[in-house]
């Protein structure tokens, strides 16, 4: 079904079409282009992904908010842009995300534990991308785009696309924010990406927001619709039906695996939360923008679905709340758990083969400190 | 491959051409490096013989290049990008400074990127506005990144490739009014390691160290020092990060003066750090301060002027004289 969104005040242009296939209401409805046949069990697991991943999300917020994170960029809102999309990759498929895809994260089976390093402080990045085929977050606004098209380059040169062997044809997913799309780097993407056909599925959530600053500060037409400039298909599909969101990601890989080059795949959601917890939107939008998306929930819409169909019923529901649970105090305790990193560690890794400058100041560093040493214990002694 | 004279540009093609035959996962990648050659024909006749795959004509677009060249490396390839001039490589800073530099630090060590990113920079040849620039100082200031400058065709030859098989990104500053410049490459001898300073003539009373174009200016400048009974010895410098303080310092200890010579304006450029360096370790060896000659405090001036702006003969003559006087 398509449904078309009233346009906004202020000159807004009109809404474009949105392919949704589970409605805010929870009632399954068609698409002419994109459809999609979920068992039970597969709408059952994606109402746990939903459920946990924002669990998790809200975990991470509570432990920012008790000094344990120095800063968290919430995922609510956009769970089902992210695990609708990530739960349509192949494992062979390489991400790149940006720093708030927790959600997909997750469905790259990366321990959420492993994402806080990078918000504790207690590293940049703490997991192995090669073991997941999912990328470092990516912090500076758009630029893992590039590293996407470059990485789905290779991919091409590889031969690794277009055989027809789903083992082996690979695709590559970028996200992005609806501010990364004013970025040079990202439009740079779309141009090496068209031009080379590459296998790549630029995958922007536009939640709305980038910070403080609404859809109208980046852009004059329906963000989708900038593919067509160049020279790849583009579509909106609402990003908070984790159904049409799959479909839509999951057409959009096929068709990079099979040579047939990028996707422009434009979830339109909502950041329900701030920017990330040292925001306050309250300074800069209206709590009723926030209630109306309230009623568009991803995770309400599929518990609504699943009750309804009797695909579930109370028994599970509270499965999943207890595992919600478990995992959050996971979470929780690993966190306190993290130990800080040696200071001399800092000076690991800067080069892979010996550099005398870090060596030369590592040496002088350990000297330093190990100077410290008796006067610590002096001190130490002295109260 | 027999000993043979040839050009620092033809060196760098030759380079890049035995680090494509030895490796596979070797690719070149900038604009105009395909079909033309580059702009300087670098790259001439490489698309010809290794395919489009592996020379490729990208997109006008220098962050784009080094972008792209990352997620290539991710993949496991060995990109070799060419940034056409100096003066357009600040598309690209972003992604050469935060990206490319850091990504290997930030997974802590899981992921390398072997990137070369080529970089014809100087002045001298005439050009208009951001073609004669010399930004080295920027990436030598950035950790995670190595930058090297060849000074004459062997090195050129020797230093692409040892670049190439970096599994650190390098940054390799080629002296664009050099290319042309005839020296003895001999593809057999054994080579320098990369970051190895190279006394390049051998004197007694005053080191002068150079790197890149000024190489040649330094050893010119030496001969009619050694006419007028003055002995400079030249160390060419070769890498700027890491830098060789040892041979550097070596050599200070023999002559007990130094003068820093680059193109790039002094303040703040690779001569304000080797001269805190060296006289943080000779401060007893010095019979005068450190020297420097180099470009001015401007932004690079019309090339009607840019005889007077860069440092040549007489400047670094000026500077040794400066020197022996104290």
Redesign the interface.
């Known amino acids: 079904m398509t449904v078309p969104v009233v346009g906004g005040p202020g000159g807004r242009p009109p809404q474009p079409p949105l392919v949704q296939l589970l409605t805010p209401e929870g009632e399954r409805v068609e698409h002419p282009d994109y459809s999609i046949d979920v068992t039970p069990d597969e709408l059952r697991a994606f109402y746990r992904d939903l459920v946990l991943v924002r669990r998790v999300d809200a975990e991470a917020t509570a432990l920012q908010r008790q000094g344990e994170l120095g800063l968290w960029a919430s995922l609510l809102g956009q769970e089902a842009a992210q695990v609708g999309s990530a739960r349509a990759l192949a494992p062979q498929d390489y991400v790149f995300p940006t720093y708030r895809e927790h959600g997909v994260a997750w469905c790259r089976d990366v321990d959420p534990v492993t994402l806080l390093g990078l918000y504790r402080g207690v590293n940049l990045g703490g997991w192995d991308p090669a073991e997941h085929n999912f990328h470092l977050y990516t912090i500076v606004i758009g630029s893992q785009t590039l590293h996407a098209t470059g990485y789905a380059m290779g991919v091409q040169r590889d031969g690794a696309v277009g055989t027809g062997d789903p083992a082996r044809d690979t695709a590559v997913i970028a996200y992005f924010g609806d501010g990364a799309t004013s970025q040079g780097d990202v439009n740079e993407a779309f141009v090496f990406a068209s031009v080379n056909n590459a296998p790549v599925v630029f995958f922007c959530q536009n939640n709305q927001w980038a910070i403080s600053e609404p859809n109208e500060r980046q852009t004059r037409v329906p963000l989708y619709q900038r593919a067509a400039g160049f020279g790849f298909p583009g579509l909106r599909v609402d990003g908070n039906d984790v159904l049409a969101v799959h479909a839509v990601t999951k057409a959009a890989l096929d068709r990079a695996r099979r040579g047939e080059g990028p996707t422009f795949v434009e979830a339109f959601t909502y950041r329900m939360g701030a920017h990330t917890t040292s925001d306050d939107p309250t300074r800069y939008r209206i709590e009723a923008e926030v209630e109306e998306w309230k009623l568009k929930d991803p995770i309400a819409r599929v518990k609504a679905l699943l009750a309804r169909t009797g695909q579930a019923g109370e028994e599970f529901f509270a499965e999943v709340e207890v595992e919600a649970d478990r995992l959050a105090e996971h979470v929780r305790s690993a966190c306190l758990a993290m130990p800080d990193p040696e200071p001399v560690s800092m000076f690991d890794h800067a080069y892979r083969d010996p550099h005398p400058l870090v060596d030369e100041e590592r040496a002088w560093f350990e000297e330093y400190h190990a100077g410290f040493e008796p006067a610590a214990a002096a001190g130490e002694v002295q109260r | 491959m027999s000993p043979r004279t040839t050009t620092i540009a033809k060196a760098v093609n030759e380079g890049l051409r035995r680090a494509m035959e030895d490796d596979p996962k070797v ?1 070149v990648m900038g604009e105009d490096v395909g079909r033309l050659g580059g702009v300087f024909r670098v790259t001439d006749g490489l698309q010809k013989d290794f395919g489009e ?1 592996r020379v490729i004509d ?2 006008l ?1 220098e ?2 290049i ?12 060995r ?1 070799v990008c060419e940034i056409q001039f100096d003066g357009f490589i600040y ?1 690209a800073y ?2 050469i400074v ?2 490319l530099a850091k ?10 990127l072997p990137v070369v990113v080529r970089v014809p920079y100087g002045g001298g040849i005439g050009a208009v506005e951001h073609h004669s620039e010399s930004p080295e100082a920027y990436f030598a200031h950035t ?2 990144l ?1 930058v090297v400058t060849c000074s004459n065709p062997a090195d050129a030859y020797f230093m692409t490739q040892q670049a190439i098989r ?3 990104p390098v940054m390799v500053f080629e002296p664009k009014r050099r290319y042309w410049d005839k020296g003895e490459l001999d593809p057999a001898a054994e080579p320098l390691p990369l ?1 190895a300073a190279r006394v390049a003539r051998p004197g007694t009373d005053v080191t002068v160290a150079a790197y890149g174009p000024m190489v040649r200016t330094v050893l010119e400048a030496a001969t009619a020092a050694g006419a007028e009974g003055r002995s400079l010895e030249v160390v060419d410098l070769r890498s700027l ?3 060789d ?1 040892d041979t550097l310092v070596a050599s200070v200890e023999r002559t007990r003066r130094l003068v820093v010579v680059h193109e790039a304006p002094t303040f703040l450029g690779l001569g304000a750090e080797i001269a805190a360096r060296v006289t943080e370790r000779c401060f007893y060896h010095l019979e005068a301060p450190v020297l420097r000659v180099g470009g001015f405090h401007l932004p690079y001036p019309a090339s009607r002027l840019e005889e007077e702006y860069l440092p040549d003969l007489d400047r670094v003559l000026d500077a040794v004289d400066r020197a022996l006087a104290f």
């Open positions: 690719l795959d990208t997109p677009a962050s784009g080094i972008g792209t060249a990352i997620g290539l490396a991710l993949r496991g390839y990109p598309p972003d992604q935060s990206q990504m290997g630090y930030r997974s802590g060590g899981k992921l390398s950790a995670g190595r970096s599994d650190d970051h990060s890491p830098l303080l």
